[in-house]
């Protein structure tokens, strides 16, 4: 194929969800030509138990009234947390503390109002350098690639990524459906209250999550042995205790992500970025990954407008140095990590169930600093 066939753009962007999106808008708003590829057509399904919080409707500049309109949006205004089997503690906050979004609309609402081109149903493929430019699948031309695809992201496989092999993972399994008149009259989960009950090992846990007429239940832990199995019981027990109906589908569907202290993988290459759960960016504590993704993708924006057409690894190391000091130095938190392996295999199961009785800690931990991260001021670009 010749050079003058090719398409070309200044920044491609590979997946399309709140990372890509994210980077795609204020790369736009810089003026640069940007298309976004993802192998799926838009809206799309999306695995995830779907809570935005304040500070991610700060960060987007989300119009909260506009968004409602046409999408759900359900108020949070507390949380059952508990050990699975146990009584779960009730925490109520005073005004919403959080959003239940479902990431088929959300992310779909997003990528439209980046406003950059789109190239939606195709694979990418191949990835080939020419001179100072990147050719992708043979026919797409340009100087800076950022993998926004997730775990599995091709542009973090040819960084090297390896996932599934050398990566410790965390893994889930969950399902959101609608429910139909009988089940949404006799369900006896709070729209506003999603519950949250550990795993009584303390390597994860399982949630149950209503959005209006949406049903959404999961359950994610370290590793992914016997996690169908866990995933079962989890349900069976839900069943059992009332809070779920006998009637809900089986089709869960899973996915894996890398939480920040276990991420090793290479950010940065010549004309290469990584962002969101490509750059394994999830909170280590809850394993939420739409805010750090959002935050890496306006980071990541912020260093391109700053290179000014010169994407060396050199020019672009900005967002790795933003990276750390947004979300702290990994170095530091593989080894507090690997210190907590140790804690775990001796007091994580007998001390986590007693905490977990403490509803302060319940409430200030648990929620507010883990779940909710509510000590940390929101990102906006002014501040980067």
């Known amino acids: 194929m010749g050079e003058r066939a090719r398409e070309s753009c200044d920044v491609l962007i590979v997946g399309g969800g709140p990372a890509g999106s994210t980077c795609a808008r204020q790369l736009r708003a810089a003026g640069l030509d940007v298309l976004v590829m993802d192998r799926q057509q838009f809206p799309r399904d999306k695995v995830c138990a779907g809570w935005i ?77 020419a001179g100072r430019h990147w050719i992708i699948n043979d026919r797409i031309k340009t100087p800076l690639v950022i993998g926004a695809g997730g775990h599995f992201c091709p ?59 949406y049903l959404n239940i999961g359950l994610g832990r370290e590793g992914a042995h016997q996690l169908s199995r866990q995933v079962a019981a989890f349900r069976d027990r839900l069943i059992a205790e009332g809070r779920i109906s006998a009637r809900t589908p089986m089709d869960f569907h899973g996915h894996a992500y890398l939480l920040y202290t ?88 007998t001390l986590g169930a007693w905490l977990l009785r403490s509803r302060w800690f319940s409430q200030h931990v648990v929620l507010d600093r883990w779940f909710l991260h509510t000590q940390q001021k929101a990102l906006t670009v002014e501040a980067i």
């Not at 005004?95 to 081109?117: M, N, Q, T, V, W």
């Open 262 to 349: 276990s991420g090793r993988r290479r950010l940065i290459d010549d004309g290469v970025m990584l962002i969101g759960d490509a750059a394994g960016l999830a909170y280590p504590q809850s394993g939420e990954g739409i805010r750090p993704a959002v935050e890496s993708g306006l980071m990541a924006a912020a260093a391109v407008v700053a290179a000014k057409g010169h994407y060396d690894s050199a020019t672009l190391a900005p967002y790795g140095v933003a990276l750390t000091q947004r979300f702290g130095q990994r170095d530091e938190s593989l080894r507090t990590a690997e210190e907590g392996v140790v804690l775990a295999g001796r007091w994580r199961r």
């Open 155 to 213: 542009v973090a496989r040819q960084l090297g990524a390896r996932p599934g092999r050398g990566e410790r993972a965390v893994t889930a399994q969950e399902i959101e459906f609608e429910m139909d008149a009988e089940q949404l009259a006799n369900c006896p989960v709070k729209p506003d209250t999603p519950e949250l009950y550990f795993c009584a090992d303390m390597k994860g846990y399982g949630w149950i999550f209503r959005k209006g007429a």
């Open 53 to 129: 919080t304040p500070a991610v409707v700060e960060t987007l500049g989300l119009d909260i009234e506009d968004y409602r309109r046409l999408h759900v949006l359900q108020p949070i205004t507390g949380f059952l947390t508990g050990v699975e089997g146990g009584r779960p503690l009730f925490t109520a906050y005073r005004e919403p503390i959080s959003y239940g979004i479902r990431r088929r609309e959300f992310d779909h609402y997003l990528l439209e109002r980046a406003g950059a081109r789109l190239t939606l149903g195709e694979s990418f493929d191949s990835m080939r350098r």
